[in-house]
């Protein structure tokens, strides 16, 4: 379901500055007035709410019955809540819904299911740290899917890799360059994931948090929470997977040596754990970048090879720290994110 709608049908008039109140209590705010239209809409606290949710109210509404009965509404109320939407955002939406029905009457009606009546709220009621951390592991697989994806992978033909003697270096086709910036592009990818997901449990746990900042030393004062919190986040260098796994291991109580680096991918193969193939693709970026040399043999094979790498480390990652943590992560199905 896309997208959850009620309407409020009341067969009297309502003023309208009596519904401003009550969406007033409840937070709403007044986004826009279309005629006989007024629309609202809630937003409530980072990781409580995810999707918001609106409301409006509109007056002299004709609505026909499936046997073509017309019946003519002095007030209709409306509220929607959309896909991804968080316990808070569908709870404030059937709340405000049941506040104006107790007040004035009227029937409810459930479009979505052709039925009479509000049900129960059925999202999962997820915790900030599960939301949180949760969309950024949503961020990651999208950005796999969209900035990195297997067709964005090219054929390199490696007969067109040439010394130029006049200029004393070597030529490499596109596709060759291409796949190496892929590889820069997956290392980005997996270190904005370890360091988002960090920053965001720490921001949304207390005790943890207050453990990060008090545990650091400036060499300077630093008055500002904030402030101390950055100088500390930069000591950690999350491409780096013995800085990566120091941070988690002692802020997170999560060894990501242990659970995840430490993983054959193929357990009847030499050298396919993830922290091995992980450090070789680090190689590869650190080249590029800082030496400005090309990986030569990126095709388009072992450029697929190294993409689901990352895959397979962000899902074998999230299922390890959720099952350590007893956590929901996967808000896509729990929340349809």
């Not at 007035?33 to 609106?54: F, L, N, Q």
């Not at 453990?211 to 919190?229: A, G, Q, R, T």
Request: charged content about 30%; hydrophobic content about 35%.
């Amino acid at each position: 379901m896309s997208v959850q709608t009620y309407y409020l049908l009341l067969d009297k008039h309502i003023k309208k500055e009596e519904i401003h109140k009550i969406t007033t209590e409840y937070n709403f705010e007044k986004i826009d007035e279309r005629g006989k239209e007024h629309i609202y809409s809630w937003k409530g606290p980072e990781y409580v709410s995810t999707r918001g949710c609106y409301f409006s109210f509109t007056y002299d509404v004709n609505l026909s019955d499936d046997a073509n009965k017309t019946d003519i509404y002095k007030t209709l109320c409306a509220t929607s809540t959309v896909r991804g939407c968080s316990y808070a955002d569908r709870d404030k939406q059937i709340n405000i819904m049941k506040a104006i029905r107790d007040l004035y009457g009227g029937k409810i009606y459930d479009p979505n299911q052709n039925t009479w009546g509000i049900r129960e709220n059925e999202i999962p009621q997820l915790s900030k740290t599960e939301i949180a951390c949760g969309i950024q592991y949503v961020y990651f697989c999208v950005d796999l899917s969209n900035k990195a994806n297997n067709s964005l992978i090219k054929e390199v033909d490696t007969r067109e890799i040439w010394f130029d003697v006049s200029l004393n270096r070597y030529e490499y086709p596109q596709s060759l360059v291409d796949n190496n910036k892929t590889v820069v592009l997956l290392i980005t990818i997996f270190e904005t994931f370890l360091k988002s997901f960090f920053r965001k449990y720490l921001e949304t746990n207390k005790d943890a948090y207050q453990n990060f900042i008090v545990d650091y030393k400036p060499k300077e004062e630093i008055s500002n929470e904030e402030d101390i919190f950055e100088a500390h986040l930069r000591k950690y260098t999350f491409q780096n997977l013995d800085s990566a796994n120091k941070a988690y291991k002692k802020y997170l109580n999560f060894n990501l040596k242990q659970e995840v680096l430490n993983i054959e991918i193929i357990p009847t193969k030499k050298d396919t754990k993830i922290g091995f193939l992980l450090t070789q693709l680090l190689s590869i970026r650190h080249k590029k970048i800082h030496e400005d040399i090309y990986s030569l043999d990126l095709t388009k094979e072992k450029t697929i090879q190294y993409r689901n790498l990352i895959r397979i480390f962000g899902e074998n990652f999230i299922g390890k720290f959720m099952k350590n943590h007893n956590l929901k992560l996967l808000i896509e199905r729990e929340l349809e994110y």
